[in-house]
């Protein structure tokens, strides 16, 4: 692949993705490290992308709040999760939904289905939720955080401790084969851990991205989840600790 074709295909993933990690793009790209690194330098001195803590992005995305960017990177990963997630839902069924940027794409899919009862601590899937189709939304309570527009602390969890619905999904921030699912974030651990417990159904959405990663906090063992909806098959030790917890993966393509 000659330089001027990478340079295209870069600014293209950027498109698509928004930011991406050295390390994706050199994958992505199939060529080394060193090689990426080359290719960037020019369209970083010429303002095309912008170089941030190992990773590239578009001039543009720069200024995006924190959610806004993080619903661009693996947009099209977690979309197709979205699909698959939204295929096993019909019509009039309750589902609970945590705050996160495949959640927010279930959201979206979930614009089809029609009289849905929807409990979610997230601003954004209230709003693409509500008042449509015959929809009924409640939403947690407490003080929204300013880079995601949702509710956490004791509140939210109360008020949501009240409900027991059909379909329980979560994301997640790390996924580690001997701990289980993780996050960064303790009051969003403990949020999510409350939402896997109130569902039927307690399902994790998450792209590749997170498998091997070992995060801050403990949200649950695999054991508390029925299933698991992600783009690529997990490494072999997270698999193995999944089938013996007795969680069904589903890949969406």
Do not use: W
Request: proline content about 2%; charged content about 25%; hydrophobic content about 40%.
């Amino acid at each position: 692949m000659n330089h001027s074709k990478r340079h295209s295909d870069i600014l293209r993933l950027l498109q698509q993705e928004g930011t991406v990690s050295i390390a994706d793009l050199a994958h992505k790209l199939d060529v080394s490290l060193e090689t990426v690194r080359r290719d960037i330098k020019p369209l970083t001195t010429n303002g095309s992308v912008v170089k941030m803590h190992g990773a590239v992005a578009l001039p543009s995305v720069v200024g995006e709040a924190p959610f806004e960017k993080r619903m661009r990177e693996n947009s099209e990963a977690k979309k197709a999760i979205a699909v698959a997630v939204a295929a096993t839902i019909r019509d009039g069924d309750s589902i609970m939904l945590d705050t996160g940027t495949t959640t927010s794409y279930l959201a979206r899919e979930l614009l089809g289905h029609r009289q849905l009862t929807v409990v979610t601590n997230s601003s954004d899937i209230a709003r693409t939720l509500s008042t449509v189709n015959g929809n009924r939304v409640y939403m947690a309570g407490g003080e929204l955080r300013s880079d995601n527009g949702a509710a956490f602390g004791i509140s939210a969890i109360e008020f949501i401790s009240h409900f027991t619905v059909g379909h329980a999904v979560i994301t997640t921030g790390a996924i580690d084969a001997a701990i289980g699912i993780m996050d960064y974030d303790l009051e969003e651990a403990e949020f999510a851990r409350a939402v896997v417990s109130r569902g039927k159904r307690a399902i994790v959405v998450t792209d590749h991205t997170k498998f091997g990663r070992q995060g801050l906090v403990r949200v649950c063992e695999f054991s508390a989840l029925t299933e698991l909806f992600t783009d690529k098959a997990p490494p072999r030790d997270v698999s193995a600790a999944l089938k013996a917890a007795g969680v069904n993966v589903t890949l969406a393509r």
